[in-house]
């Protein structure tokens, strides 16, 4: 069965600091794996696409990596900031599919920021 | 450009009563996708349309429908609504037919509340 697990469920940090969030897959065939930000109330925005050949990948302070033999991912957040506070889900694409029915959605993590 | 638009942004209906949601891709996008999230089950795919035909859809049941018109613009129908079904619906845009390297906008999101 096609899963992805992230962890940890929610976090806690204060503004300044760095903190890892990470995303176990077991989704096969595999394509490529997707990082969004939700903030509340809003519908989620891409962070990253990573593909299989890809191990590292920035977006301002957002650095993705991808371990295509362990199947696990990070997304590594540099010097926090108060809009940082939001949930972060991973994604991953069932490469036997076209379609974006073949999506399959981890839980996500709720990130806090605090002053 | 304009992002993706969803209306209402806010429903509240009682059980039995059927509803529909609209959204406005980006301009230029072809496919779209709608999306339920809930607390418990986090983001689940509903349908997938391109080109005014539905390419894919999710485990519900048939009282959830969908259609997409010829400008891309896109609705989503909930018949004989049950309290389960209050959740956010997202909808998403992409410029092709779910190519599994595209991206995705979603918009705002519609939030049911059914009682």
């Known amino acids: 069965k096609n899963q992805v697990e992230q962890s940890p469920q929610s976090l806690i940090i204060l503004e300044g600091k760095n903190c890892t969030l990470q995303c176990n897959y077991t989704v096969s065939p595999f394509s490529n794996l997707r990082w969004y930000k939700q903030d509340t109330g809003r519908g989620p925005v891409s962070l990253t696409i990573m593909t299989f050949s890809e191990n590292t990948k920035s977006n301002g302070r957002y650095t993705a990596t991808l371990d295509a033999d362990t199947k696990q991912s990070s997304l590594h957040i540099t010097a926090s900031q108060l809009s940082d506070s939001a949930s972060y889900i991973c994604v991953v694409p069932n490469a036997g599919g076209t379609s974006y029915g073949k999506l399959t959605f981890g839980q996500g993590t709720i990130l806090t920021v605090h002053p | 450009k304009a992002g993706v638009t969803q209306t209402p942004r806010y429903l509240i209906k009682t059980r039995g009563q059927q509803v529909t949601l609209s959204c406005s891709p980006i301009s230029g996008h072809r496919s779209v996708s709608w999306y339920q999230q809930t607390p418990g089950q986090g983001l689940q795919f509903l349908f997938e349309y391109f080109s005014e035909t539905q390419r894919n859809k999710g485990n519900f049941p048939g009282r959830f429908s969908g259609r997409q018109f010829s400008n891309s613009r896109s609705e989503m129908n909930v018949s004989t609504l049950e309290l389960g079904d209050s959740a956010l619906y997202l909808c998403?845009?992409?410029?092709?037919?779910?190519?599994?390297?595209?991206?995705?906008?979603f918009g705002p999101g519609t939030r049911l509340l059914v009682l």
């Open positions: 998403a845009s992409s410029l092709a037919a779910g190519g599994l390297q595209e991206t995705q906008y």
